[in-house]
Nanobody
Framework: QVQLVESGGGLVQAGGSLRLSCAASGSIFSFNAMGWYRQAPGKERELVATISSGGNTYYADSVKGRFTISRDNAKNTLYLQMNSLKPEDTAMYYC?????????WGQGTQVTVSS
């Protein structure tokens, strides 16, 4: 059974930083592409960033240059470093294991950016 547990969310002022973590278990973490998604109230879930098993990354235009996705395969952990946060980054952030269809999802961690 794949389990993904996100942490690191919180309340931060605009311009601040947060680092999200996603601890994975029950999957062959190092072999799977992983991703971060977010969902704001009243909006659809959207892709934030992905990272392949080999470390290739992809970012949504809205976060490019501000967010960095990374992974530590030895610790089965996915990260999202978020800098220069904006109020429009406020959302529930979800970790996803993209190795299956449909993906496995974590329970989410709330990020709130105040102006």
């Amino acid at each position: 059974q794949v389990q993904l547990v996100e942490s690191g969310g919180g309340l931060v002022q605009a311009g601040g930083s947060l680092r999200l973590s996603c601890a994975a278990s029950g999957s062959i973490f190092s072999f799977n592409a992983m991703g971060w998604y977010r969902q704001a109230p009243g909006k659809e879930r959207e892709l934030v960033a992905t990272i392949s098993s080999g470390g290739n990354t992809y970012y949504a235009d809205s976060v490019k240059g501000r967010f960095t996705i990374s992974r530590d395969n030895a610790k089965n952990t996915l990260y999202l470093q978020m800098n220069s946060l904006k109020p429009e980054d406020t959302a529930m952030y979800y970790c996803a294991d993209l190795g299956t269809i449909p993906p496995y999802w974590g329970q989410g961690t709330q990020v709130t950016v105040s102006s």
